[in-house]
């Protein structure tokens, strides 16, 4: 089954804390352990470049104090909360999640939570996390002849 039309019982039957373990679980195996339900997970990017890694998180209409960001044992936890449109609303589609929405990134122990930045612009919750210095490539001097 393609992953576009696969579904994603995990978060229909085992919803709050369960959801986030699936989150993690997906990041950690990959997406054939765990398929995503469109609509219903920030939209992630995250790669290595240089000496930091970059995380970028597609959040529209979340405005910066509804965005939690934590870090505690090698894992950057997102937390952002969505809110619901206006009551009385008579909506004819709507794909969007509401409420708190949690996305769990292990990251590598060569990162300097010190370091960490975030900056919310235009919908994208960027993300800059700095490799300490001593896990970087060092040249070493050969002494002799």
Do not use: C
Request: a negative charge; hydrophobic letters at 40%.
């Amino acid at each position: 089954m393609p992953h576009g039309s696969a579904r994603n019982r995990v978060r229909e039957v085992l919803p709050g804390p369960w959801a986030e373990f699936d989150s993690l679980l997906q990041h950690l195996i990959g997406p054939q352990a765990a398929v995503r339900t469109a609509g219903h997970d920030l939209a992630a990017s995250l790669w290595e470049e240089g000496e930091a890694y970059h995380l970028e998180l597609d959040v529209p209409g979340v405005a910066r104090e509804d965005v939690e960001l934590t870090f505690e044992k090698g894992v950057l936890r997102v937390e952002v909360r969505r809110q619901a449109p206006p009551e009385g609303r008579q909506s004819v589609l709507d794909e969007r999640r509401y409420g708190a929405l949690v996305r769990v990134f292990k990251l590598p122990e060569t990162v300097d939570a010190e370091s960490i930045r975030a900056d919310l612009s235009h919908g994208v919750l960027h993300v800059a996390v700095s490799k300490r210095p001593e896990s970087k490539p060092r040249k070493i001097e050969i002494a002799g002849m």
